[in-house]
């Protein structure tokens, strides 16, 4: 999942993929020679999402991987101090789950050589709750703030997390206050 602050300039981006030093990306990062053009790793908490990704531009980063450290997925990261904009940010910035982060940081930790291929474009030809592609025909449901979902992906998000968007965490709820629809808007989007 990008974080909206997430720089789109590249659609992909390459590179070895490499655990911050420290992991948390709290501090200066003492391995910065190491993270020269990769794919940083760091693991959620501490200090901002937008702090981290800074220290690791300034170490020359390629992108950034966030690996979330709660069960809350998906999980989109927001810069409410504006360190990305001072900073200049212009990397990308993406997190995992806290499973497939586990994961991750164990083949970093374990492989000295791990390549990445990051992908940036946007998420729109696939289902962000269970990260499957929309196929020809698949009935999906656009929300009143324009996120798609599959059906059943959707139907059950919201029957867990009451009325809040899996993707921007907006209250749907805030549209019928608007005026607008509140129903979900089916569609057959790819059909």
Same mark, same amino acid.
């Given at each position: 999942?990008?974080?909206?602050?997430?720089?789109?300039?590249?659609?992909?981006?390459?590179?070895?993929?490499?655990? @911050?030093?420290?992991?948390? =990306?709290?501090? %200066? #990062?003492?391995?910065? &020679?190491?993270?020269?053009?990769?794919?940083?790793?760091? !693991?959620?908490?501490?200090?901002?999402?937008?702090?981290?990704?800074?220290?690791?531009? @300034?170490?020359?980063?390629? =992108?950034?991987? %966030? #690996?979330?450290?709660? &069960?809350?997925?998906?999980?989109?990261?927001?810069?409410? !101090?504006?360190?990305?904009?001072?900073?200049?940010?212009?990397?990308?910035?993406?997190?995992?789950?806290?499973?497939?982060?586990?994961?991750? #940081?164990?083949?970093?930790?374990?492989?000295?050589?791990?390549?990445?291929?990051?992908?940036?474009?946007?998420?729109?030809?696939?289902?962000?709750?269970?990260?499957?592609?929309?196929?020809?025909?698949?009935?999906?449901?656009? #929300?009143?703030?324009?996120?798609?979902?599959?059906?059943?992906?959707?139907?059950?998000?919201?029957?867990?997390?009451?009325?809040?968007?899996?993707?921007?965490?907006?209250?749907?709820?805030?549209?019928?206050?608007?005026?607008?629809?509140?129903?979900?808007?089916?569609?057959?989007?790819?059909?």
């Amino acid at each position: 999942m990008l974080a909206r602050f997430s720089s789109r300039s590249q659609e992909v981006v390459q590179g070895p993929l490499v655990a @911050a030093q420290p992991l948390l =990306a709290d501090s %200066v #990062l003492v391995n910065a &020679d190491a993270l020269r053009g990769s794919v940083v790793v760091v !693991q959620r908490g501490r200090c901002t999402f937008a702090a981290k990704a800074a220290r690791a531009q @300034a170490a020359g980063a390629a =992108a950034v991987v %966030v #690996l979330n450290t709660c &069960d809350t997925w998906p999980y989109v990261m927001t810069d409410s !101090q504006g360190e990305a904009e001072a900073s200049a940010l212009t990397i990308p910035v993406a997190m995992v789950s806290e499973q497939d982060g586990d994961k991750l #940081l164990q083949v970093v930790q374990r492989h000295a050589a791990v390549r990445c291929h990051l992908s940036t474009s946007s998420s729109s030809r696939e289902c962000v709750i269970c990260q499957e592609p929309y196929t020809v025909g698949t009935q999906v449901v656009k #929300l009143p703030c324009a996120h798609m979902f599959h059906e059943g992906c959707v139907t059950n998000w919201l029957s867990r997390h009451s009325s809040t968007c899996p993707t921007c965490r907006g209250d749907v709820s805030v549209h019928m206050e608007q005026g607008q629809p509140v129903a979900p808007q089916w569609t057959d989007w790819f059909g």
